[in-house]
């Protein structure tokens, strides 16, 4: 149990690095404009959780690219109903159908974009989780 710890953790955090270290690297991307081509938002009816789904399409060098990526990292899903919907809501009202968008792409493979610079908020909170893990796996309680 406790070595499963230990590798879980290391696992996540170095998930969590990886993702710390692409989204750093979105602030040297350049930018395009690009246009919000779908924008609606689901509800689970099991635990009644919303996500949004925005999708958005740009050109680089006069090819046409399509994204769903709003910021790089872990968007973790708060479970109250509450906070699921307010954010689901705000990304919709943010990014509304047909809304003219400046997409943030990697100049080396323009495939990759997002809409927002820099790190999701989630990411420091996932890799705060697994670095917890790690020392219950690091330093057992005797």
């Not at 990886?18 to 509800?43: F, P, Q, R």
């Not at 705000?90 to 997002?114: D, F, G, H, S, T």
């Amino acid at each position: 149990m406790i070595q499963a710890a230990f590798w879980i953790g290391m696992a996540g955090i170095a998930y969590g690095i990886l993702c710390i270290w692409k989204a750093n690297k979105t602030w040297s991307w350049k930018s395009c404009n690009g246009l919000v081509i779908a924008s609606s938002i689901t509800e689970d009816y099991v635990d009644h959780d919303e996500t949004e789904h925005i999708i958005y399409e740009y050109e680089v060098d006069g090819k046409k690219y399509t994204n769903n990526i709003i910021q790089i990292g872990v968007p973790l899903r708060f479970t109250f109903q509450e906070s699921s919907q307010s954010t689901a809501k705000n990304r919709i009202q943010r990014y509304p159908l047909m809304k003219a968008v400046k997409v943030y792409y990697n100049p080396q493979k323009p495939k990759e974009a997002c809409l927002q610079q820099g790190i999701e908020c989630g990411t420091i909170l996932f890799l705060a989780i697994f670095l917890v893990i790690f020392c219950i796996g690091l330093f057992p309680v005797l």
